[in-house]
């Protein structure tokens, strides 16, 4: 089966835009922090899903228009979005019984498409149709445009800590080297449910890593030990009476985080 055909996302969205802000108004209060600089487009930006919202979250608080990776089955007819919801969302990812999964994934297969094009998701593989995801991707970020990744193994669930990223996320790191004879920046995000903070971590780039010696397993297991590292500070409080939107100078990270005592290599 040929990759689902993908077109670059305008940056105006004038119907969309409204409803976000909508949303927005019915939405819990959430902060937005950045460190080393503000979020910037032309960016590849890593981050926790947080469960089956975790991507809308994303979009309505990310400072800047982004991109977001997703499952192609959400952008294929009634009967693939219904069965991805049902079996892999519900049922092996959140461990939700039968008949609950089957009836909510009823009704939200309906509208799940509009929703996940509102969003700009670019289709996802667990095959060689993969790389046609990796090529557009860096045709988005050569656009001047986000993109937003998010990595994390969630065949057993979701969890505030991130116990495994795969590495797809670097091929778009390498294969923009490659094309444009620079590295993109590329910065961690954590979205905390609980707290409602987002935080967004300090710009890296590829040669870092490469430098090393590193292998791409190696970089994006770096990766979610920094995206860890954003959990663990949030959840010390450091951020607590930080004003929403701020842009805070990069600091070192909370010492003897549990992200921090892991190897680079799992």
């Excluded at 923009?176 to 993109?184: F, T, V, W």
């Amino acid at each position: 089966m040929k990759p689902i055909e993908y077109q670059l996302p305008k940056h105006k969205q004038p119907v969309y835009g409204i409803l976000k802000r909508i949303l927005k108004f019915f939405m819990p209060k959430t902060k937005v922090v950045a460190l080393g600089g503000k979020a910037t487009e032309r960016c590849l930006y890593i981050a926790n899903h947080a469960n089956k919202t975790g991507p809308f979250l994303h979009d309505l608080y990310l400072p800047v228009y982004s991109v977001k990776w997703g499952a192609h089955e959400m952008l294929e007819d009634y009967a693939a979005r219904r069965a991805y919801l049902r079996d892999v969302l519900y049922i092996q990812k959140n461990k939700t019984g039968k008949r609950r999964a089957a009836f909510k994934a009823f009704f939200e297969a309906f509208f799940s498409k509009y929703f996940y094009r509102g969003i700009k998701v670019l289709p996802t593989y667990h095959d060689a149709r993969l790389w046609h995801t990796v090529k557009k991707s860096v045709e988005v970020l050569s656009d001047d445009t986000a993109l937003m990744i998010f990595p994390e193994n969630s065949n057993d669930g979701y969890f505030d800590m991130l116990t495994e990223f795969v590495p797809g996320f670097v091929s778009v790191m390498s294969l923009y080297r490659k094309k444009k004879g620079e590295d993109i920046p590329v910065r961690p995000v954590y979205f905390h449910k609980k707290k409602r903070i987002m935080l967004i971590g300090e710009p890296s780039y590829l040669e870092e890593y490469l430098a090393q010696g590193m292998d791409r397993r190696e970089i994006a297991e770096a990766f979610r030990n920094k995206v860890n590292d954003l959990y663990t500070r949030i959840e010390s409080g450091e951020f607590d009476d930080v004003k929403d939107g701020a842009s805070l100078p990069s600091v070192s990270p909370v010492k003897n985080s549990a992200a921090e005592q892991e190897s680079i290599v799992s």
